[in-house]
């Protein structure tokens, strides 16, 4: 029986690296595919404009065939818009704590919007950097970070700064997301910040085929700092998927 595809999309600041232990995991029952964005293999020029779209472009040339997405952050925000553009092309979707700020409501959630203006829309270098990391992931984060990761967010800054931008602009609806119907696991870390926490529930209650997943004691990095117990239930996720899809897809 052919295997079928996964492509795992990564978030932003970081490389398909993150997803190496879940590709292993994955392997031998699905084709996957990990790619870095652009920017992240060769580098996007300084001071160059940048808007996720051109992203999106890109990993749609990955979808020649329909396949699962998977996604963190940023990446998960790019999966849930190239459900949006090829619906036909996506049998299920599991995205960890997506950036889709836009699914938030300006007067319910004005609370976790309130909080999207901590990050200045001004680069300034490594004081955006820091004050990125430390917006996910708490005071003094970036300087506990050591200095070769620093680095790596140095490297790709500017691309990231513009994926920010671009992305902290988008006004894709909760109701525009809820007309997705591949099966979606959106998962969430309990210490996350309160925007991500309110958007990965308004997701999984607008999506018609969604569960939501809260990891305890979790936060913004659990792909990383918790991947054994996240790529379990991707895993388990795209599998009953796989295997629901595979047997409808059989002859009587």
């Given at each position: 029986?052919?295997?079928?595809?996964?492509?795992?999309?990564?978030?932003?600041?970081?490389?398909?690296?993150?997803?190496?232990?879940?590709?292993?995991?994955?392997?031998?029952?699905?084709?996957?595919?990990?790619?870095?964005?652009?920017?992240?293999?060769?580098?996007?020029?300084?001071?160059?404009?940048?808007?996720?779209?051109?992203?999106?472009?890109?990993?749609?040339?990955?979808?020649?065939?329909?396949?699962?997405?998977?996604?963190?952050?940023?990446?998960?925000?790019?999966?849930?818009?190239?459900?949006?553009?090829h619906?036909?092309?996506?049998?299920?979707?599991?995205?960890?704590?997506?950036?889709?700020?836009?699914?938030?409501?300006?007067?319910?959630?004005?609370?976790?919007?309130?909080?999207?203006?901590?990050?200045?829309?001004?680069?300034?270098?490594?004081?955006?950097?820091?004050?990125?990391?430390?917006?996910?992931?708490?005071?003094?984060?970036?300087?506990?970070?050591?200095?070769?990761?620093?680095?790596?967010?140095?490297?790709v800054?500017?691309?990231?700064f513009?994926?920010?931008?671009?992305?902290?602009?988008?006004?894709?609806?909760?109701?525009?997301?809820?007309?997705?119907?591949?099966?979606?696991?959106?998962?969430?870390?309990?210490?996350?910040?309160?925007?991500?926490?309110?958007?990965?529930?308004?997701?999984?209650?607008?999506?018609?085929?969604?569960?939501l997943?809260?990891?305890?004691?979790?936060?913004?990095?659990?792909?990383?700092?918790h991947?054994?117990?996240?790529?379990?239930?991707?895993?388990?996720?795209?599998?009953?998927?796989?295997?629901?899809?595979?047997?409808?897809?059989?002859?009587l």
């Amino acid at each position: 029986m052919t295997r079928q595809t996964a492509v795992l999309i990564h978030s932003g600041g970081f490389t398909s690296r993150q997803w190496r232990k879940l590709a292993e995991m994955l392997s031998p029952g699905f084709h996957v595919i990990a790619p870095d964005l652009l920017g992240y293999g060769t580098p996007w020029p300084d001071g160059e404009p940048f808007h996720f779209r051109q992203d999106l472009d890109y990993l749609e040339t990955l979808l020649a065939e329909p396949v699962h997405l998977v996604g963190h952050s940023y990446g998960g925000f790019l999966a849930l818009q190239l459900a949006l553009r090829h619906p036909e092309r996506v049998r299920s979707i599991a995205a960890y704590e997506p950036v889709a700020f836009g699914a938030l409501d300006d007067v319910e959630d004005a609370d976790a919007r309130a909080t999207l203006d901590n990050v200045s829309r001004e680069w300034s270098g490594d004081p955006w950097l820091a004050a990125f990391v430390e917006w996910w992931n708490g005071r003094g984060a970036w300087d506990r970070l050591n200095e070769e990761t620093r680095n790596a967010f140095r490297a790709v800054g500017w691309k990231l700064f513009q994926e920010v931008m671009s992305l902290g602009a988008d006004r894709t609806s909760r109701e525009t997301y809820g007309t997705i119907t591949a099966p979606t696991l959106v998962m969430s870390g309990e210490l996350t910040p309160l925007a991500s926490r309110r958007v990965a529930q308004k997701l999984a209650q607008a999506l018609p085929d969604a569960r939501l997943k809260i990891f305890e004691g979790v936060g913004h990095m659990g792909p990383i700092s918790h991947a054994a117990a996240v790529n379990a239930e991707i895993v388990q996720h795209l599998t009953e998927v796989s295997t629901r899809t595979s047997r409808s897809a059989s002859p009587l």
